[in-house]
């Protein structure tokens, strides 16, 4: 069972290019979220989706698109990479419509723009 | 908005110590869920516990502990004589009841807690 998936595991970019992040669950899980990862701020939520065909924003959302068309795809991509999108990133999913269920976590994505 | 406290961003402690990692927490809400995750140098994240507003009750789980006061906003965990396999990073996690929008699932977290337990 892969669980969450994300691809690539690292990646280095240069300012102003763009690019996706995969993230693919097999769990049949109707909740997705992008979380990043910043030194000292914990994790912040960018966007999440309770389904496919329905996304919404979270706390950190500019510079960042999503989309979701299937239940078990949910890329999250960057439009136009700046330095202050370095972060290592975190794909999770839950399996329900219920926060007493905890979220599966990719084993993430550390993003580096020059 | 939800808030989530760690005010420890450091602790070194030598093996078989004791030591508790704190976490307060805010919310208006009445109901929400509370959750530890440990982040190993190899960096994943992985769930240790999740405990309901309604559920007081003290955790044990082999040498982990976790106290909730909600008297204090508060969900501390505590490692029992510590191993050099729990360094890492321990965040401590909130999140809402859904009755109030799809966002309730999604989880606000601490800056974490770096644990360093040295032989």
């Known amino acids: 069972n892969a669980g969450v998936t994300q691809t690539p595991k690292f990646q280095v970019l240069k300012t102003g290019q763009s690019m996706t992040l995969q993230c693919a669950q097999d769990m049949n899980h109707e909740y997705m979220s992008w979380y990043r990862q910043d030194p000292g701020m914990g994790l912040r939520l960018i966007h999440y989706?309770?389904?496919?065909?329905?996304?919404d924003q979270g706390e950190v959302p500019n510079g960042y698109n999503v989309s979701r068309s299937t239940t078990e795809d949910f890329p999250l991509r960057l439009l136009s990479a700046a330095p202050s999108q370095t972060s290592v990133y975190f794909c999770a999913s839950s399996p329900r419509r219920d926060s007493n269920q905890p979220q599966h976590f990719g084993d993430g994505t550390r993003l580096s723009i020059l | 908005a939800q808030k989530v406290t760690q005010a420890q961003t450091e602790i070194s402690v030598v093996e078989k110590e004791d030591v508790t990692l704190d976490c307060v927490y805010e919310?208006?809400?009445?109901?929400?869920?509370l959750f530890w995750y440990k982040q190993p140098p190899s960096g994943e994240l992985v769930f240790l516990i999740r405990r309901n507003s309604f559920d007081e009750q003290n955790e044990i789980s082999g040498r982990y502990s976790w106290n909730f006061q909600k008297s204090t906003s508060s969900f501390n965990f505590t490692i029992t004589a510590s191993q050099v396999v729990d360094s890492a990073v321990y965040f401590c996690a909130l999140s809402l009841g859904l009755q109030f929008n799809n966002a309730g699932n999604m989880l606000t977290f601490g800056g974490g807690t770096r644990l360093m337990v040295k032989p």
């Open positions: 919310t208006r809400d009445t109901t929400y869920y």
């Open positions: 989706s309770v389904g496919a065909g329905i996304t």
